[in-house]
């Protein structure tokens, strides 16, 4: 009888995969997903990240009941093989579930291949075209005043770009702290209004350009809660101010309409973070809905795609802007600033300052440094895990249920988080 799980061909060395894990940690509360990969070569592992933080104990079974076992014996080199096996034995494809578990294999395996080869992840795709990673953080606060004030700190830590989020009305509010209870008199007391939101703004932005240095690059999320028509109106509102972007003005839902809201907006459109195919965020470039795509690229599926992604975007004038906050772990930030340093298509790379309990649980974890990340020189991604450390800050269930659950109109209709 054939194993159909063995190799398919002679390898070109004699190195076998033993075991694939998942291993999870919260060192910032935040839960954390990274895949390991050993090989019978003593001391040859790789490290990958998977963390899909809202549903992560579905990722962990998936590798660890699924994944494994098509993996293990098979010769670590064939990364492109080894990750569309995983992919089609599924056989109902995509989703970020799968795609974080793809993508934990894929960066791992990544990271075998640099350490066999004694050179970056980076040198692997063809090396330099720029030394560092310029990135953003992001800035908020309950007032105005209180985000200018936020947004002078960062920058005098040397950040150049800098995204500006100011608290709305309701319990659902984005990027800073909630302001309960403003609508006494509506069904849901703490809801979220997007003409409310429409109308603070452009108000924080007018202050943002009378009190920040010119040569600020300026950013705001949206995340996701516009009609198109709001979209156009918000973006005609902000011409003025000069915005570097203005991130995920509709929900994917309505992505269809992207195309004539970028055609309408003068401000740039950035979307992509819900992204969780290859094939949606290829539709974002190709079909001109957006000016920098923004997926989180272990729900697409790892490094190999998201490489793919980027030469594309490449050949369609688009530009990266890699998602990177908290819930990506420092594996996946290697990963986001490895293709950052490679690709020509690179617009701006957002960035998370990691706590040193994370640091402790990943050393090497890179460090943002007068706002530029610079990779790794060690071969591989230069980043290991001591599972000790990672053991002391265990996964828990994702807050963001709660949260989620709460962003709602002041009728009380569930609003997109």
């Known amino acids: 009888m054939i194993d159909t799980f063995a190799n398919p061909w002679p390898?070109?060395?004699?190195?076998?995969?033993?075991?694939?894990?998942?291993?999870?940690?919260?060192?910032?509360?935040?839960?954390?997903?990274?895949?390991?990969?050993?090989?019978?070569?003593?001391?040859?592992?790789?490290?990958?990240?998977?963390?899909?933080?809202?549903?992560?104990?579905?990722?962990?079974?998936?590798?660890?009941?699924?994944?494994?076992?098509?993996?293990?014996g098979r010769y670590p080199g064939d990364i492109s093989d080894l990750t569309r096996l995983i992919g089609f034995t599924a056989y109902w494809r995509g989703g970020p579930i799968t795609n974080n578990a793809i993508s934990g294999v894929d960066q791992a395996l990544w990271d075998i291949a640099g350490k066999r080869a004694g050179l970056p992840v980076y040198e692997l795709l063809g090396g330099k075209v720029r030394a560092k990673a310029d990135t953003y953080l992001h800035a908020s606060g309950s007032t105005i005043d209180a985000t200018i004030e936020h947004a002078h700190q960062l920058i005098d830590r040397g950040q150049r770009y800098v995204r500006l989020q100011i608290s709305t009305p309701g319990g659902g509010g984005y990027g800073a702290p909630a302001l309960p209870g403003e609508y006494p008199e509506a069904p849901y007391p703490n809801g979220w209004s997007a003409?409310?939101?429409?109308?603070?703004?452009?108000?924080?932005?007018?202050t943002a350009r009378r009190e920040l240095p010119d040569n600020i690059e300026l950013l705001h999320d949206v995340h996701?809660?516009?009609?198109?028509?709001?979209?156009?109106?918000?973006?005609?509102?902000?011409?003025?101010?000069?915005?570097?972007?203005?991130?995920?003005?509709?929900?994917?839902?309505?992505?269809d309409r992207l195309p004539e809201v970028r055609a309408a907006s003068p401000v740039p459109i950035a979307v992509g973070e819900l992204t969780t195919s290859m094939t949606d965020a290829v539709h974002l470039v190709r079909d001109g809905g957006v000016d920098l795509i923004r997926s989180h690229i272990s729900d697409i599926g790892g490094l190999t795609p998201a490489r793919k992604l980027a030469e594309l975007a490449e050949l369609c004038g688009v530009r990266t802007a890699w998602h990177g906050p908290g819930d990506t772990s420092p594996i996946g930030a290697a990963a986001n600033v490895a293709l950052d340093v490679s690709s020509p298509a690179f617009g701006i790379q957002e960035g998370h300052v990691y706590n040193d309990a994370t640091h402790q649980v990943f050393p090497g974890t890179l460090r943002i440094e007068q706002g530029w990340l610079t990779p790794n020189d060690a071969p591989g991604w230069g980043i290991d895990i001591d599972e000790d450390a990672a053991a002391r800050f265990p996964a828990e269930l994702s807050g963001h249920d709660a949260w989620a659950a709460g962003a709602r109109r002041p009728d009380g209709t569930l609003e997109a988080p």
Not at 196 to 201: G, T
Not at 234 to 254: Q, T
């Open 11 to 72: 390898p070109r060395e004699n190195i076998k995969i033993t075991s694939v894990r998942a291993i999870t940690t919260a060192p910032e509360g935040t839960a954390l997903v990274v895949v390991r990969i050993d090989t019978d070569v003593p001391g040859l592992y790789g490290l990958g990240c998977a963390t899909f933080t809202q549903r992560w104990k579905a990722v962990q079974t998936y590798v660890d009941e699924h994944v494994s076992r098509l993996l293990v």
């Open 195 to 206: 003409r409310d939101y429409l109308r603070r703004v452009p108000e924080l932005f007018a």
């Open 224 to 255: 996701s809660r516009l009609t198109p028509k709001e979209a156009i109106w918000l973006a005609r509102a902000l011409e003025d101010y000069r915005l570097f972007f203005l991130e995920d003005v509709l929900a994917p839902e309505l992505w």
